[in-house]
């Protein structure tokens, strides 16, 4: 595998590199981000991961300075796993002055869900995701499901800008207990990992809810919030919606996603699953 730290010499090095296919990360790889790459073989002659912590898509407060830098491991991780380039900038050459020309998704995808409770994360991915499409001129991108809007929102960005890049979806990884595979469960003490299968749990019930008919979502929303708020969580949202946009289900919606958001401890988890 081939490591660069800057825009030119990257550029420089994939000019000839066929079909790229590109999986942008911000580090502390574990086995789901594995999993993307090696996905990401099956789609292209050219796998180029990136690592970068991206300052813009965290808001004051979070965890953007103890966010784990562990480039020496990841890079072992991207070997194992077939990688050929890495691109691992430091925050002055992707952000050489500041950037005040960005990327801001529409107030409907940008401020529900997530971004309600993050305002400008999406605003920060967007941007950082472009210009990363920009420095790579991949022809397909992987991005996990895990956050999935996340994925909605790019998707939504590439299609509407008419990039040539096709954008493939990873299922989410989980441990053999069910719980999605995160940077942050690092975080969780062993009580806190011990209990926080729990909400994948609380969504696959109501997963199984709703494909035997159950169509009172605020109801089963308020149930989900209930059981993990008695179990020590610190719920932000729990919600179904519809899978393209991740609005609320109107009468005849068949595709639907449950969402949640919740603190355990200090560490904030998500999880979804489709239905």
């Not at 179904?240 to 919740?262: I, M, N």
């Amino acid at each position: 595998m081939r490591i660069h730290d800057t825009i030119a010499g990257v550029r420089a090095a994939l000019k000839t590199a066929g079909r790229i296919v590109f999986v942008p990360t911000m580090g502390n790889l574990h086995e789901g981000h594995i999993a993307l790459m090696r996905q990401a073989r099956q789609h292209g002659d050219c796998v180029v991961a990136s690592i970068f912590v991206n300052r813009l898509q965290f808001r004051p407060g979070e965890d953007f300075e103890k966010y784990p830098r562990t480039l020496d491991a990841d890079c072992k991780k991207l070997v194992a796993a077939d990688v050929d380039y890495l691109f691992a900038p430091d925050e002055t050459e992707l952000y050489p002055e500041p950037q005040r020309y960005v990327v801001e998704p529409p107030v409907e995808h940008a401020t529900i869900l997530e971004g309600e409770f993050r305002p400008g994360h999406f605003c920060g991915v967007a941007t950082v995701v472009m210009k990363l499409f920009g420095i790579i001129q991949p022809q397909a991108a992987l991005f996990g499901k895990k956050d999935y809007q996340q994925f909605m929102v790019l998707s939504a960005m590439v299609r509407e800008f008419a990039l040539p890049i096709d954008i493939i979806p990873g299922e989410t990884v989980r441990a053999a207990d069910g719980l999605a595979l995160s940077s942050r469960n690092g975080y969780l003490s062993a009580a806190e990992r011990a209990e926080a299968p729990r909400l994948q749990q609380i969504l696959s019930r109501m997963v199984a809810a709703v494909r035997a008919g159950q169509r009172d979502f605020p109801a089963l929303e308020a149930t989900a919030q209930t059981e993990l708020e008695v179990h020590g969580w610190a719920p932000d949202y729990v919600a179904v919606r519809r899978r393209l946009d991740l609005q609320f289900p109107a009468a005849d919606d068949t595709e639907f996603v449950v969402l949640a958001a919740a603190r355990l401890g200090t560490t904030r988890l998500i999880d979804n699953l489709e239905i």
